[in-house]
C-alpha cells in the first residue's frame, strides 16, 4: 500500500529555470526537517525554457517529486487549481516557485493546522523588490475588491496559503472556468485564520505576471465575487429616472403658479432624463437576471456543511450525493 501523504506543496511554475533548484533545495530543506511524508507538486504552466527538462530530472531523482505538465500557458490560477486537484496529502500549501513566499514559513502554518485551522493564509505585511506600481496596484485592488466583494476576501493576501483536505475537496467542486483561487477558498470558509510576513523580492528572473495578466486577474476577482459591476445600471438608472421626475415636477409647478407654458429645452430635458433613466434601469432589471444566471452557472456548492450533528441516519457527504 502507498504511504500516506501528509503535506502536499503545490508550485505553480512558469519560466523559472533560473530559480527552480533553490527553490527545490529549500522547500525539501524544511520538509525533511518536519520528519513527515510529503510531495512536490510542480505544475509547469507551458513554460518554454529549461524549466521542463530540471521538472522531470528532478522527478526522477527524487520520489517526493511529482510533474504536472500542461499543454500551453492556462495561467497561475488554473496551475494553482491543477495543484489542488492532484493532491493527495492531509495538507495542502500553495507556494509560489520565486521564492518570493519563504518557504520557512511553512512550520509556522503547519503548527497552526495542527492546532484545529483549516486554512491559513500568508498576509503580506510589506512587499520587498517589487515596483511602486506594482505595490500601489496590487494594494489598491486589494482595497477595491474589499469593498465591492460579496465575499470578504482578506487583504493584501495572495495564494501562499494551507488548507486542509477538507477544503481542498470542496474547492474541487467548484468548476469555475476563470477561477479566483484566493476568493473561492475565502468563500468556502471553516475555520481560517493569518500569519503574517515579509514578501521578498524574486530571487532570479522578471514578474511572470504583466500588466496584462494583472488586470485579468483582477476582473476574474471582481467579477467572480461582486455584482457591483451589473448593479451599475440599475444605480444609474434609479438617478437619471429620479432627476428626471423632480425637473418635471419643478416645471409643473412653475405652470402651476406663474401659467408660464412647458418650454421647449426644459420639456426635451425632461423627456431626456425620463427616457434614459428607463432604459438605464431596465439594463439594472437585465442585470439582476444575469447575475443570478451566472450564480448558476459558477456551479459553486450551494452551501457547505462542516458538522452534521443529532441525526439518527448517516449524513452523507454532498459529493457522495452528486
Ligand atoms: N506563474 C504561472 N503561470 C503564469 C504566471 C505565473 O504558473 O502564467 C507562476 C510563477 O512561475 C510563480 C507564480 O505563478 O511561481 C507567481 O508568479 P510571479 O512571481 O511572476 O508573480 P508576482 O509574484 O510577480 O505577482
Ligand atoms: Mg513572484
Redesign the pocket.
Known sequence: MLNKINYSIV??????AEVLQSSYVRLTDVLQNLSANYELLF?N???WDDTKRQLDQMERHDEHVKVLHFSR????QL??TAGVDYASGEAVVVI???L?DPPELIPEMIQKWQEGYDVIYAKRSARKG?SPF?KLS?SLFYRILDKVSETSIPLDT??FRLMDKKVCEQLRLIDEKNPFVRGQVSWIGFRQTEITYT?DA?LYG????PLR??VKLSLDGITSFSYLPLKLASYLGSFTLGAGFLCLLVLLIKWGVTGEQLSGTGGIAVLLLILFGSCFLLLGIIGEYLARLFEDVKVRPRYIVDEANGFDFEVRKREELA
Open positions: 508550485i505553480p511554475v512558469y519560466n523559472e505544475v504552466d507551458g513554460s500557458n492556462f495561467g497561475h496551475a494553482i509560489d516557485a520565486d518570493q517589487e506594482k496590487a495572495g495564494d514578501r524574486r522578471e514578474t511572470k505576471y495578466k494583472m
